[in-house]
C-alpha cells in the first residue's frame, strides 16, 4: 500500500494518487512571515525591504532571478523573478539563511 495520508476534518486517510486534484485541494499555501513584526510578506518590494534592514544586498547578476546577498557570509538567496511562483522551498531558503528572522506557516 503506497500513498500519503491526509487529516481532514478530524478524519484520517490514505491518498493513493497524490498528483490528483482531490489531494491538491487538501494542501494548504505556506506564507513567509517576518517574525518580529508578524508580517506576511505578499511581494519582493516587503521582502527586500525586511532584508535590507538585516544588512542583506541585492544581487543583480541574473536577469532571470531576484538575488539577494549578505556581505558577511557567503549566502545567496535566489528566487524566481514572478513573486507569484515562490514556493516554500524557497521561503526555508530564506528563514534558514535568517535564523529567528522569519519562518514560514498555513496559510490560513
Not at 6 to 19: A, D, S
Not at 30 to 42: G, Q, S
Request: net charge positive.
Amino acid at each position: 500500500m503506497s500513498g500519503v495520508w491526509v487529516f481532514k476534518n478530524g478524519v484520517v486517510r490514505l491518498v493513493e494518487n497524490p498528483g490528483s486534484d482531490s489531494f491538491q485541494g487538501s494542501i494548504r499555501r505556506k506564507v513567509l512571515v517576518h517574525c518580529a513584526t508578524n508580517e506576511v510578506v505578499t511581494s519582493y518590494d516587503a521582502l527586500e525591504r525586511i532584508l535590507s534592514s538585516y544588512g542583506w544586498e541585492r544581487y543583480y547578476d541574473d536577469p532571470d532571478l531576484f538575488q539577494f546577498h549578505k556581505r558577511s557570509t557567503v549566502h545567496l538567496i535566489s528566487l524566481p523573478k514572478d513573486f507569484n511562483r515562490l514556493k516554500s522551498m524557497h521561503m526555508y531558503d530564506i528563514v534558514v539563511k535568517n535564523r529567528n528572522v522569519f519562518e514560514v506557516r498555513d496559510m490560513s
